[in-house]
């Protein structure tokens, strides 16, 4: 691993673990790799979930996003989310931790695109979701 490489991984983590919406989810980050993140977050009860007590879409929607932005943080640049489709497959029950798996399938200087699968604690596909991001700067040259 590069010296680069290292220093973005390690503010990456600082940056997320400061972020208020990501702590009061309880997401956490699980891996980091050049255009992949993978993080995970529980699913509990009258936290994550809506009225049938599974998890909300709006915060399997949250964790989709969180880990596409940062599969996109992972090559140095900053993104804001431009659009972001979800596929909603099969319902969460409340568990210790879900996993979604961020991907880059496209890098530009303006644009790039993402992926994002979340698993349930079985492995199986909850949510299927690609996003647009905007590229607003870098990090570590401020």
Known sequence: MTEQLLLLKNHLHKLYTKN????LLEME???LEPGMAKLSMPVTNNKHTNLYNMA???ALASLADTAMG???ATTGKKVVTLDMNLNYIRSAECQEAIIAVGTLIHTGNQTMVAEADILDGAHNLLVKARAT???TGTFLSE
Do not use: L, R
């Not at 208020?20 to 702590?23: A, C, D, L, Y």
């Open 20 to 23: 208020p919406f990501v702590h």
């Open 29 to 31: 980050i699980i891996e």
């Open 56 to 58: 909300h879409g709006g």
């Open 70 to 72: 940062m599969a996109c």
């Open 133 to 135: 991001f905007f590229v």
